[in-house]
């Protein structure tokens, strides 16, 4: 997503024997090719106490790994309800500070949050790349993560934009002298210096913790680029952009993330689009955007898959109607747990929001049955938002009642707060050990169950 969600414009057109896992993998591999019925699931029981991070060394300073199609954290389960905030690298101390205490408090342990602000953070000149290390540059990244790890929180670190937004690939492209949005991901210039950031990134030693980010297990995830494509609004389309252009550009940055920072995972951050338009014939499955989500997952150095779910932001299958919008999105989360399941790789929800809706209770509560229902490894709402902590007023692009952009902020104290803290709540009591050695059932799916799925 971009700043603001800009990119409502480009979607105008613009721009072996079975062991208990497998039992029950294989289980959900059913489950999810056979279900087609779009019934709502009764929402559970209100709560009041969230789980909050944990903040035992143990956690703190240990990896989140894949596991089959979920994620495992010291041989628990490790399933999560999030947000994005990626605003956390531009903001001040107490604003970062303000942010994790809310966050915490909430019981929200992972965070999306972008790493980079280019132009600011590095400066590039023709084949020349400097950086800003002071503490108002990269150094304050330093801050982000130790003020993550003081609340447990975990860290999708994403490196770089898609959109112009604090740079992005037109910034790459604007000093360099390319034209082509495509350039980015083919001219071994432009990918050299890519991955001189990657290395600066990931090296650096954390002025705080003495950690280097490489090495530091408060990261969730590196991830390659916030909602990849062939195209951009500001940059002109090749036409030699293809699905294995993107695939190959992946498989290229993903691997040199991995020769550095091998204990942390990385995913891409894309959208989700499909190259199958046998599924749904239009601009969502065909590979028109240059991603192929099935190809790019089965690659060895992408440790989960991602997709962003927008269905009534232009996206909802080309129909205004709110039933079918609703349909539309139930369908679209449907089919990629499906195929996670089929490569033996969790897949989040890394994006969501209800653009348009004034009632986006009613979108979170389906959408949110659907999640706890299948078995998706996470999801991270679009996006967090605190008041100042000077006491000033929310600027008006960022209000939650904002006519720029309508729904896609969330505060605490929104009214439908509450039922985003019931579905964190309900997502961390997956991971919640009912005796030793065993782990929680909730339903069927979980593929840590100690119990036999047959």
């Given amino acids: 997503m971009v700043n603001q969600r800009l990119a409502l414009v480009a979607l105008a057109g613009l721009f072996a024997p079975l062991t208990t896992a497998s039992r029950a993998a294989n289980f959900w591999r059913r489950q999810a090719a056979s279900t087609t019925a779009y019934a709502p699931v009764p929402s559970k029981t209100p709560t009041i106490t969230p789980v909050v991070p944990n903040t035992s060394p143990s956690y703190v300073d240990s990896f989140v790994k894949p596991y089959g199609d979920a994620f495992q954290l010291n041989g628990m389960p490790y399933y999560f309800a999030g947000a994005n905030a990626y605003w956390l690298m531009n903001q001040t101390d107490d604003w970062v500070d303000s942010a994790f205490g809310n966050l915490s408090a909430q019981g929200i342990g992972v965070v999306r949050t972008w790493f980079f602000n280019d132009g600011w953070f590095h ?3 023709g084949t020349e790349q400097a950086f800003n290390d002071s503490p108002e540059g990269i150094g304050h990244l330093d ?4 003020r993550a790890r003081d609340y447990g929180i975990k860290l999708i670190a994403t490196l770089a934009n898609n959109w112009p937004d604090y740079g992005g690939v037109h910034y790459y492209l604007h000093q360099t002298g390319y034209n082509y949005h495509s350039d980015f991901f083919t001219q071994p210039e432009l990918i050299d210096l890519y991955k001189g950031y990657i290395s600066h990134m990931l090296n650096r030693v954390n002025n705080y913790t003495g950690i280097a980010y490489k090495d530091d297990a408060t990261f969730f995830a590196w991830e390659l680029m916030n909602e990849p494509r062939c195209l951009s609004y500001t940059d002109i389309k090749s036409q030699n952009c293809t699905t294995a252009t993107m695939t190959a550009w992946i498989d290229d940055i ?4 991995k020769s550095i920072a091998p204990n942390t995972m990385v995913t891409i951050g894309d959208e989700g689009w499909f190259n199958n338009p046998s599924l749904v014939d239009n601009w969502l499955y065909d590979g028109f955007n240059g991603i192929d989500f099935e190809a790019n997952l089965q690659l060895k150095n992408i440790d989960f898959g991602t997709f962003h779910t927008y269905p009534d932001h232009g996206w909802g299958a080309g129909t205004t109607s709110y039933d079918l919008s609703f349909e539309w999105g139930e369908q679209w989360i449907r089919q ?3 195929i996670g399941a089929q490569v033996g790789k969790p897949v989040i929800n890394e994006e969501y929001g209800f653009a348009q809706r004034t009632d986006r209770m009613s979108f979170e509560q389906y959408y949110y049955s659907v999640t706890e229902d299948i078995g998706i490894a996470g999801d991270l709402f679009w996006s967090f938002w605190i008041a100042p902590p000077d006491g000033s007023p929310i600027a008006e692009n960022n209000s939650p009642n904002s006519t720029y952009t309508p729904g896609l902020n969330y505060y605490v104290n929104d009214t439908d707060w509450p039922i985003i803290r019931q579905h964190i709540y309900n997502m961390a009591q997956q991971n919640l050990p009912v005796g030793e050695g ?13 119990e036999t799925v047959a």
């Fill in 123 to 125: 400066t590039i000149n």
């Fill in 143 to 146: 801050y982000v993560v130790k």
């Fill in 254 to 257: 993903s691997t040199y993330i």
């Fill in 336 to 338: 990629h747990r499906t």
């Fill in 438 to 450: 065993d782990f929680s059932c909730f339903g069927a799916r979980n593929i840590f169950c100690s």
